[in-house]
T-cell receptor
């Protein structure tokens, strides 16, 4: 079955710097890769997603890149702000079927 | 359009009791997913259901746990004879599951505490 590994587990950056979180997956059939942000005590919320027919996608300060050959994808947050502090999860699924999540990255943005 | 609803938001049970967690998907969504999250950990897939069908239950323990999504009404995750190790946040998510619309939207979760 699918296995998703996520690094780093904790990331601390200065406000205004960039943050990069990396994930690898094992199942070459996976074709949908969402990223979720979860604040303390809250529900996970989708922030960006990418499908396997695309190599990169951007939405304002957030971008995701996908390398299908190497089976890895990354989240890039530029100009980080204190409100970006949260836990970020990557995930992989085949067409929305069983979705496997990474273990999460706790991002701290220091003001 | 109301989001995914879960109730109760908090549930306290004593060891050996039953826990019933409910999830109402977003309007127009035909697929429901249940996840378990332990404190400081990630989301573990448990089960994926369509109306009246279990599609994939490979992440759900074989004993004491069951799930259903009836034709009418919410999806139910049932835990019989709860133990302390069942204490966790249980999230459900729903999706329309049409091509190009795989996104899962999460409910607020049910926090189960077993005493």
């Amino acid at each position: 079955g699918e296995n998703v590994e996520q690094h780093p587990s904790t990331l601390s950056v200065q406000e205004g710097d960039s943050a990069v979180i990396k994930c690898t997956y094992s199942d070459s059939a996976s074709n949908y890769f969402p990223w979720y942000k979860q604040e303390l005590g809250k529900r996970p919320q989708l922030i960006i997603d990418i499908r396997s027919n695309v190599g990169e996608k951007k939405d304002q300060r957030i971008a995701v890149t996908l390398n299908k050959t190497a089976k890895h994808f990354s989240l890039h947050i530029t100009e980080t702000q204190p409100e970006d502090s949260a836990v970020y999860f990557c995930a992989a699924s085949e067409g929305g079927f069983k979705t496997i999540f990474g273990a999460g990255t706790r991002l701290f943005v220091k003001a | 359009n109301a989001g995914v609803m879960q109730n109760p938001r908090h549930l306290v049970r004593r060891r050996g009791q039953e826990a019933r967690l409910r999830c109402s998907p977003m309007k127009g969504h035909s697929h429901v997913y249940w996840y378990r999250q332990l404190p400081e950990e990630g989301l573990k897939f448990m089960v994926y259901l369509q109306k009246e069908n279990i599609i994939d239950e490979s992440g759900m323990p074989k004993e004491r746990f069951s799930a259903e999504f009836p034709k009418e009404g919410p999806s139910i995750l049932r835990i019989q004879q709860v133990v302390r190790g069942d204490s966790a946040a249980y999230f459900c998510a729903s999706s329309p599951f049409t091509a190009g619309r795989e996104t899962q939207y999460f409910g607020p979760g049910t926090r189960l505490l077993v005493l």
